[in-house]
């Protein structure tokens, strides 16, 4: 039998702010969505893909951001922040190369915090599309810019900081699943209303 | 010179909840607070504290839960929820021991999510406290129970769930550091108020 669950990526490097990064992880394994939480740091034989977020808490994570990972199909490619992690993943060009294939499949790509500005805005993706970001970043992006906390905008759905990562994530899981889960998830985690 | 931050203790089993064990670690020590994240697992020597979380987020913590920790003193110790972290810390007899002493001694003790009623609440903690928890815990809350996102009562600081979690690591700010601090990191968060 097919495997009917929707499929997420959530690539990170060093210092990642570590409640998006997890909030987005938690939330939508809830929604039994599979989440694939991969290291973009260089694959080291025999060692676990350590990264270290932004407040010194250090995950292991699923995989390495390989070439078998890049070639798999994701319904969604979420980029958590922390300002080196936007860094590193910005900078990144075989992620950047495969979110540049996501949208060129109309597939969603999500970002929170630092990453809409400097993953995102500052390649070249916002052209088209309004998106915001973390308020460090406003006066950075170029880009059509709104100050919602969770902004969907065609095929790109972007967030502001860790006070706005649970809303974001349950915003993901209303476009992959339903309204109808987010909302129980929402109720079920008592989340401010 | 002395160390002037105060000292937090989390310790943690396997299935804790990530985003209260993440909120509550990433929040204080973006409010300068010494936070030491601790595994509960027997200690394995050459092998990292590793602990994976209810939704399969992996994490390497500080430090094993070792005799030296338990011998140092804390401002605070906060427990994370998740149902069988829950589970394990209210039946690991040496942190009992500790949070015994952290309550004779006058100092603050936190939890949320199936730990208040799971570790505090049924070890007898809560006898002259007022205390909240998830929802799912509330029948089997024996002692005086109060509908708070966030509880304070003597010196134990109790919430709900994942979607408290902030609110309560922010609660945890104000009480050990100053509600300037506290309000000043809401706002960088753009915590919903
Ligand atoms: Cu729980």
Redesign the interface.
Known sequence: MQNQNKQVLVPVGDGC???E???I???L??ANIDVT?ASIKPVEDEKAP?IV?R???????DTYLTETVLKQQFDLIALPGGLSNAQSLGTHQPLLDRLRQQQEEGKWIAAICASPQLVLDKNGFMINSTGTCH?AHVQDYKGQFSED?VHVSNKFITS?????A??FALALVELLVDQHTAVQL?K?????R
């Open positions: 702010e570590e409640i990064t997890v909030a992880i938690d939330i394994r809830r939480f350590l977020g407040s010194g808490i250090s995950f292991i994570c308020p906390r502001r900081s860790p006070g706005t649970i809303e929402a079920s985690l008592l989340v401010k």
